[in-house]
């Protein structure tokens, strides 16, 4: 099976979540769905070190903290996908950095859950659960 990691970054602009998503670039892909920045691990590399520099290589973001997500299977394709969250830098402005892709920005939570791709819409739903939780250990 082939593996690659990335991560879901989020940041809170007004009251709002938003999660930095990248779109594939190439005619093939014009109508593709959006997803996270990710990628094949080079030799010697762990999947949070792929993580973080696939996320670097295509959309010039640097990630701090990072926890395991977990991963997903694709359902149409041998492969699985590790993902990393953690909060974006203040400072962060995506943009494309690589001929791989031709968008990279932050999006809303909603407006991620339509543009993302279905198998990693799961990524989304565990994102919000992992907000949820830290939001009601704050509030206790």
């Not at 974006?88 to 791989?100: K, R, T, Y």
């Amino acid at each position: 099976m082939k593996e690659s990691a990335g991560t879901l970054l989020f940041r809170n602009v007004d009251g709002a979540t938003e999660v930095l998503l990248i779109h594939s670039s190439g005619n093939f892909n014009r109508n593709a769905k959006w997803g996270i920045p990710k990628g094949l691990p080079d030799e010697g590399e762990n999947f949070e070190q792929t993580a973080r520099r696939e996320t670097v290589e295509e959309t010039g973001v640097v990630a701090g903290e990072l926890q395991s997500l977990g991963f997903i299977e694709y359902k149409k394709s041998r492969k699985r996908v590790h993902c990393f969250i953690g909060p974006a830098p203040d400072d962060a402005a995506p943009h494309c950095a690589s001929w791989e892709v031709d968008r990279a920005e932050f999006v809303s939570l909603e407006r991620a859950k339509e543009l993302i791709h279905e198998d990693q819409l799961d990524f989304i739903t565990r994102l919000e659960a992992f907000l949820f939780e830290e939001h009601d250990k704050k509030s206790r």
